[in-house]
């Protein structure tokens, strides 16, 4: 039996939507035939259609069908989508309380509430999210916040769909384009430690397959390991790192490239980066 028995709505059905979507359903959240995905190139949702849902190129199916829309397009699409949404009916009482979730990057409450009201749908309920894709797998890493018109029970039901899929934390507003650099583009950065890990195992001639395989168990290892100890990273590296051992040299090695300051300051670009996409 799924969990939500409302009907979920995605506007863009391209990668963000399609891990929280896909991870949804195969985690018995909603069924598929719960889910509604609209986008304006109908060949590019079959994936949606292997699952079971049901797609359309048109919005406004998903904003008359469902209940709990995720907006789900590039931020610099938000106005022109926006622009194209419009009731077949008259609004009822039942329309008020649908909830939007934005997972748009670096758009706030306030852009989101102003582009709606600008085509007359003002009080909406809206939270603001930053996702990741490692949802698609359930261990995905997701912070929120909602506006004014919603209520706690909306939350809730947002951060049981949301916490199914990895962890789910509501943050203050201004925090969410910080945590972008490191959770919704995060991803792939560590994509790219992988590789380099599997590329050093490689070059040392293990099978590229085993290599990518011990290189990411490695990494979910050792992040496990950080979650599960409370630990600090720099004391779990003091005991991988035997005196006049193996791992040092490597070590000293990443210092030597700079390798703590260039991932900060990839957070940090990404983070500023991710304010300036909600730029209208
Ligand atoms: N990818 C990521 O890791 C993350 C992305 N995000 C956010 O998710 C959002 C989507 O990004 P992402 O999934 O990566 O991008 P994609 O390009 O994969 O998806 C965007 C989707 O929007 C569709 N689209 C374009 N115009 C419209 C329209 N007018 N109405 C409805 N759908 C439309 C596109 O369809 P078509 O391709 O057919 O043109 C496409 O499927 C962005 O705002 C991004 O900031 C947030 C966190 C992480
Ligand atoms: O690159 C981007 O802009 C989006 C937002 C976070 C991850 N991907």
């Given amino acids: 039996m799924a969990k939500l028995d409302e009907r979920i709505g995605f506007i863009g059905g391209g990668n963000m939507a399609f891990s929280i979507g896909s991870g949804l359903i195969r985690g018995g959240i909603v069924k598929a035939s719960q889910v509604m995905v609209s986008g304006p190139h109908i ?11 049901t797609t359309t190129d048109d919005n406004n199916d998903v904003l008359e069908h469902t209940d709990i829309i995720f907006i789900c397009v590039k931020p610099h699409m938000l ?7 419009k009731y077949k009916h008259v609004p009822s009482a039942k329309d008020a309380n649908k909830l939007f979730v934005s997972v748009l990057a670096g758009t706030t409450l306030q852009t ?12 909406l309920k809206m939270i603001r999210t930053m996702p990741n ?12 916040t909602g506006n004014a018109h919603v209520a706690h029970q909306d939350l809730e039901k947002v951060h049981l769909m949301l916490n199914s899929l990895g962890l789910a934390q509501q943050v203050p507003e201004p925090m969410i384009d910080a945590v972008t650099g490191v959770t919704g583009c995060g991803p792939a950065f560590v994509y790219t430690i992988i590789e380099s890990l599997a590329d050093g195992a490689v070059k040392q001639g293990v099978p590229r397959q085993m ?30 790192c ?4 193996s ?32 730029k209208k």
């Fill in 43 to 53: 060949e590019n949702l079959s994936r949606w259609r292997e699952l079971g849902a």
């Fill in 79 to 85: 106005g022109p989508c926006a622009a194209q949404l």
């Fill in 112 to 123: 989101l509430e102003e582009t709606f009201a600008f085509i007359g749908m003002s009080g």
């Fill in 133 to 144: 894709t490692s949802m698609q797998v359930g261990e995905g890493c997701t912070v929120y």
């Fill in 211 to 240: 290599a990518l395989q011990f290189a990411a168990q490695t990494l979910l290892g050792a992040a496990k390991t950080v979650l599960l100890t409370g630990k600090h990273p720099a004391v779990l590296r003091d005991e991988v």
């Fill in 242 to 245: 035997s005196p006049g051992g």
């Fill in 247 to 278: 791992t040092i040299v490597g070590v000293h090695e990443l210092e030597k490239g700079n390798l703590r300051a260039t991932i900060i300051n990839a957070v940090e670009k990404s983070s500023l980066r991710s304010a300036e996409l909600g």
